[in-house]
């Protein structure tokens, strides 16, 4: 069975900058994307940004879009997400997921990791 895994979570202040990172274990994965998604207290989960895993195409959500980069290792079964210039609106619970379909939908995802707190202060 695939477990994923997020760390690099953590306190930061806004402008600085954070890298996440997702590992996969129990078996090499090789779905068909990837994607990160986060979740704010009290909010619903939204997405954040998606990579195809074999070609690495990429899509973001316009709140991130231009600030986050996602990108993948394959060889090393590890999704990364670079977070620069980070505003106290990022402040969420991360996740990241592994499905059969590029999308923003999270129903498109059938393997979660358990997420990891990003906390961004003023």
């Known amino acids: 069975q695939v477990q994923l895994v997020e760390s690099g979570g953590g306190l930061v202040q806004a402008g600085d900058s954070m890298r996440l990172s997702c590992a996969a274990s129990?078996?090499?994965?090789?779905?068909?994307?990837m994607g990160w998604f986060r979740q704010a207290l009290g909010k619903e989960r939204e997405f954040v940004a998606t990579?195809?895993?074999?070609?690495?195409?990429?899509m973001y959500s316009g709140s991130v879009k231009g600030r986050f980069t996602i990108s993948r290792d394959n060889a090393k079964n590890t999704l990364f997400l670079q977070m620069n210039n980070l505003k106290p609106e990022d402040t969420a619970v991360y996740y990241c997921?592994?499905?059969?379909?590029?999308?923003?939908?999270?129903?498109?995802?059938?393997?979660w990791g358990q997420g990891t707190q990003v906390t961004v202060s003023t």
């Open positions: 997921a592994a499905g059969g379909q590029w999308s923003q939908s999270p129903n498109a995802y059938d393997i």
């Open positions: 990579i195809t895993w074999r070609l690495g195409s990429t």
């Open positions: 129990g078996r090499t994965i090789s779905p068909y994307a």
